[in-house]
């Protein structure tokens, strides 16, 4: 069913019940606000479930129905108005579904005793529904609800609501909201809160079943619940007043909780620097502190690929609008063609970030911030070291890698340039050409080991091998380990210029720095 929802920039959107809409954003930008102005202004096809939720139930009180119901009404309308306070509507609620079970039973058995048909909502109560609901996600537990409501295990004694667990209450009263709600808009803030993930996602799948013509609304930084959801239309949240939708329809499946969580990260950078790794590998510690700038957020997303990914997604507005977005990749063994194929993607001179150190100017950077002599004569010796320890075995191997990559994107260009054709000889003729042929593989491997072979004499060594092949050379020339210069550069490149001003070497040793890395990454301020 299509449901209209007018949303708070005063546009209105018509989507499907069965595609939820998620509002998603990190703890703190105004999620909850953006939610209750939804509400307000959907007002009164809308219900609101708020994450100050009252899930106790102990004894319930007994009152005239029309009590009951306008304290129930009552404290609905405050939890939509007072977002911020915890609301008791739930005890009201549920004693006037007791009552009105009680009144059906009456009709039932009058119905029954005169021999008339029996209407069906005198047997399918709320009552019977909620019980009927929360034993299918509870199996081997009964739920007998009375103003003294109890739960019975298999093979167990009763007991009282007040000792179920946090997971069993908020099902019950979230399942009560639901069959009472006539609302065509639910919005739930915090759907998975006190749910085990498995059992969140469960749930909500019951609830939408149950509820087709209801248009769910969920306000989440959760973004594995998030995806959880059957085709949701997702919005990041970056005020109360402002969101982007996620255009997921040209976002790969493999990409997409990387991409959704790098937008929460956009909610106050206005540039937005992919890495490859995790936020404790060297990739984003060095780029944290090179990027010392409030409007840049530097995200680790894994691999190359996933890198390439967000960049495109992001530069062309399919995650979250007015939001600049670059990359960098380590060399590792690709080409330098295809290192260079993207504006907006850098790798460093180096073969990958931890060797940053044995960059010749950061080395003989740090050679001076060690007080060390010959600084030249150490280099070369560096430099003589690493040769010695990639020729052979090592040369080869790196070989092998940097020809399959290569061999690999050529075959998938050639690939991906043939198109369908109703002449199948014609397409199979097209398919086989990207067969590269028998001696191609060889001239790639020949042509890769003449290279790395020529850069063991000049400065395109530190691009081609990993410095790991050559760290015990640095070591023994610096006299410390490429872990201990790594963070030294790390915590002075990220060290303000105020807090250096009395400590005239790592000042030096910063300048030197970033007189190095500039050529080779973005600028640090925006």
Known sequence: MLVPVNLPDGSQIQTDSDNPIVLLGPNGVGKTRFAVDLAQRNN???????????????????QADSDLKSNTQGALQRQLHQYWDVHNEYTYLMSQILEEDKSRAQDYRAHHLEGREIPKELSDTRLRTITRLWERLFPNRTLKMDYTPTVTRSGSNPYPTAQMSEGERTALYLITRLVSSSASIVIVDEPEIHFHPLLARRFWNEMEAHKKDTLFVYVTHDIPFALSRSHPKIYVVRSPGTFDEIADTQIPDDAINTILGAASFSITATRLIFCEGGLDDEDHRLLKAWYDCPNTAVIPVGGCGNVKQCVDVFNSNRATKNVEAHGHIDRDDWSEAYLTSHHRIKALPINEIEGIVCYEPIFKALAAFYNLTDID???????????????????????????????????????????????????????????????????????????????????ELLKKFPAKTYQAGFQHQMQVTTKKAFDDVCAILGTSDADLSQEASKAALKAALIAALEPHLFNRVV
């Open 44 to 62: 009164p096809n809308t219900d609101r479930i708020s994450a100050n939720r009252f899930i106790g139930l102990t004894d319930l009180p007994r």
């Open 377 to 459: 004569g150490r280099y070369q010796a560096f430099l003589t070291a690493a040769r010695n320890s990639v020729r052979g075995f090592i040369l080869n191997k790196h070989a092998l890698n940097r020809a399959k990559l290569l061999l690999e994107l050529e075959q998938q260009q050639m690939r991906n340039s043939v198109a369908p054709n109703a002449d199948l000889a014609v397409m199979k003729l097209a398919f086989s050409s990207g067969v590269p042929a028998a001696s191609e593989p060889e001239r790639i491997l020949d042509q890769e080991i003449q290279q790395l072979t020529a850069a063991l004499n000049t400065d």
